[in-house]
């Protein structure tokens, strides 16, 4: 990546606006992206809320699937997924992931709506941040700052509708920690994306710094051509030649939502959000002259070397890619073969080993049985291990509520003639009535 030259950058960057086949595709995106987030909290699964974390049970629900703490694997799968995914995406596509879905872009971009719904064109924009306090101004910029206030608002509360019932949270039926968060995240997308905008990518975000790692000849870049753009300039407009070069109207710069040029060559401030590209697009297409004088290329291709029919057999997007299949076909395996309860096993080491009536050695046992299912739940318990091993009681049965844990006491009896001295290694077999499916627990029992 060639190193940035310094160009002098306005205080408040209010870019242009732009059409065109890449804006189209960038309003979707922000449309398509915040339809799941301010959507998935309000649907429902099962009569409860479909897509629940719930940090206080330590509890996560995802449309019908039950995730405890003992599950936490399959986040940290999810994460290491995500992770990989967005380097394999980078190597292939470059900062795509930047300029069209990441939150940062999108509620920019939100943010601009909003300012330019009240405030007026990037032009009068300016005017108005160049103009003296007046009425006119103070009632826009408060009108925009309200407008702001009021969209981070509802992000807040979308964003803790994920951790608290989203319902509650809309009606105020919740603690003052809950709203605190709101409020906390709310503050932060104002912030983010109302205030700093495009200094976040500048200068925090640290994605934007390691990724020229993951770029390599073959990686999807936007790029000014230097070889038909050069020498730029009014006369390009008047050349005879079909193919005309860049006649340096400085809309690529206009449109421009980190202020950079992107004639200067390939830059970490470019967030590769294409809105040059239509700028330029327009042009041409006013002077008749085919398109692409600023375009999704390759280093590769831009050497005027041809871009090889396998680009994708290239050594980092093999290993990306077996990884990640590797791992998305072992945890998903995993999550579907999960057993839909589980049963931890405690003996009671308070109380020593104790006699029956009958004469019979007992061990007293906590049994915690966690339902992981959105049904209630019906649990038959036994032993096995011992030659006259047995329950106090032979047929022990639990009920256990949906999604819900039971921790219940159970008595197992020994003839002290199988029981000696010491540990004896024995079985406990969970069955679920419901699902038939068992469970089987090690423990141990004292003998005299
Ligand atoms: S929009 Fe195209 S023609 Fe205009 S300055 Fe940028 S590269 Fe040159
Ligand atoms: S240089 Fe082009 S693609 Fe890069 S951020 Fe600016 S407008 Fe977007």
Known sequence: MSKPKIQPVPIKIHPRLTSGRFNNLRVGMVLLTQLVFFGVPWLQWNGR???HFNLAEHHFLIFGIS?????????????????LGLFLWTTLAGRLWCGYSCPQTVYTQIMIWIERLVQGDHLARRKLDAAPMSAGKFFKKG???????????????????????IREL???QVGPWDLFWTLFYAGFTWLLAGVLREKVCLHMCPYARFQGAMFDDHTLIISYDERRGEPRGKQQAKSENAVKGCVDCGICVQVCP???????????????????????????????????LIRYTSAQALQGKPAPAKSLHRPRIAVYSCLLAGIIVASTTALALKKPFKVDVLRDRASLVEQSDDGMLQNRYNLRLINTTEQAQRYSVTVEGLPSIRMERPEQVFDVKPAHTETVVVRVQANPEHASRGAHPIHFVIRSLNDDVTVKEKSSFIGE
């Open 49 to 51: 809320q479909a897509v």
């Open 170 to 172: 809309a009606t105020l």
């Open 67 to 83: 995730l405890w703490p003992q599950d936490f694997i399959y986040l940290a799968a999810l994460l290491v997924v995500s992770a």
């Open 258 to 292: 980190t202020g950079i040029d992107i004639r200067n060559g390939l830059q970490y401030e470019c967030i590769g959000c294409a809105a040059c590209i239509d700028a330029c697009d327009q042009v041409m297409d006013k002077l008749k002259s085919p398109r692409g």
């Open 143 to 165: 009108a925009t700052q309200l407008l702001m206030g009021a969209f981070s608002l509802w992000t807040g509360l979308t964003f803790v509708g994920y951790f608290t019932p």
